[in-house]
């Protein structure tokens, strides 16, 4: 039966959709990006943002970050909890801290902690289990602000955004637009955001780390190597326990060694990673801000070699290709917002459904969506030729927002059965009723992988 399968990263803005689904469903159809919307603030759809580059114009990097933004919601929900010592996370035995308050943090308390050794540093605090259906409804609230307002903005996880506003300076000032941006979104969703503004991703992303809680920093052109400088090499993003581990080591703990070191040096004790770490050390940094959009998506189809009416086996593979999917979103740390089941009848009709759900990478949410879209849309009593499954408005994950929702057994599951899939391969562990389909999960993960379809300047 199984002929075709595949897996794929589509952005709309680089390749055409997908050469085994056709979309009928209008939300796919739509072609307009966020780069086109430049309504905002007095700016008409007539500023050529690009020309202004031509007069020499540095780049303007926004990086906005909304402050502990799981206890900030839960905050908004109940006003109690303000002032007070918070830790976010899954509550279990084996549950972590997504996100502490900074009464919190005093403690000694951070993010991806066990919960138990947080309620050892700080046994007063409240200790609630995460709701990412709350946090992805203020997220999008953010989000849609931010949308409305930008001509180019990337959302790269749940509660973090860049935005290009280069050229911006020539008609409005940069700063101040951010500034007004900022309380914006403050006054409309209750939730205080930071943002840190310079000529790169990297600068501004340290910027807002120094400006929180509750602030805003913009380090001018010219001043990044400065601005760096006395701060701990732990601050430049890529850097994490294991480098910081041997920067210490060698006796390395401020930016500013690192920038006066000879770059050969960086390269020879860290490799590549080394160099763009040297870069990052001396603020530069020219990774784009790339646009943002629901269609960012990963998806798996099946044409069948004879078409079939066996709705026991559509529902089969459709769950193995969530099932693969969800695998792949958690190894990428990634997590999806909308969820598209497709179906094309022997008569070439094509049906699609989709639906927006929480943020989430859980198989059993993603599989029950799944199949309550395909009762939904296998309507017709017509033999089948093609399902698929796709998963868009994808978002890094970053906290460990899959973990919450679940009991201690359904994490211990999710770890194992990744933990099997990634020594032994996809196939290696199946839900039981997905365990005749084979040859659905053949790819490597797209994520890591060379295979999907993602241009070399969009992996980040
Ligand atoms: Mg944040």
Known sequence: MTTTTDIKIINDSDTQPSEHIDLP????????????????????????????????????????????????????????????????????????????SYEARQFGVHSAMPMRMAKQLCPEAIVIRGNSSIYSKYSNLVTDIIKEESPLYEKSSIDEFYIDITGMDRFHGSYKWASELRQRIMKETHLPISFGM?????????????????????????????????????????????????????????IQ??????????????????????????????????????????????????????????????????????????????????????????????????????????????????????????????????????FSGLVGGGYQINLFEDSERTIKLYQAMDKVRNRFGQGAVKRAVTMDTRGVGQTSNPFNGEAPVIPAHRRQ
């Open 257 to 390: 060694t690192v920038q006066e070191m000879p770059l050969e040096l960086m390269e020879r004790v860290f490799g590549k990673n080394g160099v763009v770490i040297w870069k990052k050390a001396n603020g530069i940094d020219n990774s784009p801000v790339i646009p943002f959009h629901d269609r960012k998506s990963i998806s798996s189809s099946l044409t069948f070699e004879r078409d079939t009416i066996d709705v026991r086996k559509l529902k089969e593979i459709l769950t193995t290709m969530a099932e693969k999917l969800a695998f792949y979103l958690r190894n990428g740390d990634k997590l999806t917002s909308i969820v598209t089941v497709t179906v094309r009848y022997s008569d070439f009709d094509t049906r699609s459904r989709q639906m927006r759900i929480p943020y989430t990478a859980n198989d059993h949410t993603l599989i029950a969506t799944v199949m309550n879209l395909f009762n939904q849309l296998y309507q017709r009593r017509v033999m089948a030729r093609l399902v698929g499954v796709r």
């Open 25 to 100: 469903s209008s939300d796919f159809d739509s072609r307009e990006t966020t780069s086109s919307r430049i309504v905002s603030r007095g700016f008409s759809k007539e500023s050529q943002i690009t020309d202004l580059d031509s007069f020499g114009t540095p780049n303007s990097i926004i990086h906005m970050d909304l402050d502990t933004f799981f206890v900030s919601c839960e905050r908004l929900l109940e006003p109690k909890l303000n002032g007070k010592p918070v830790l976010v996370g899954g509550t279990s035995d084996r549950g972590v801290v997504s996100a502490c």
């Open 198 to 254: 310079s000529t790169s991703k990297t600068v501004s992303k340290v910027g807002t780390g120094e400006a929180k809680p509750n602030g805003q920093i913009q380090v001018l052109k010219g001043n990044e190597k400065n601005f760096l400088a006395p701060l701990s090499i732990k601050k430049i993003p890529m850097v994490g326990d294991k480098t910081y581990r041997k920067f210490r080591s060698m006796g390395i703990e401020k």
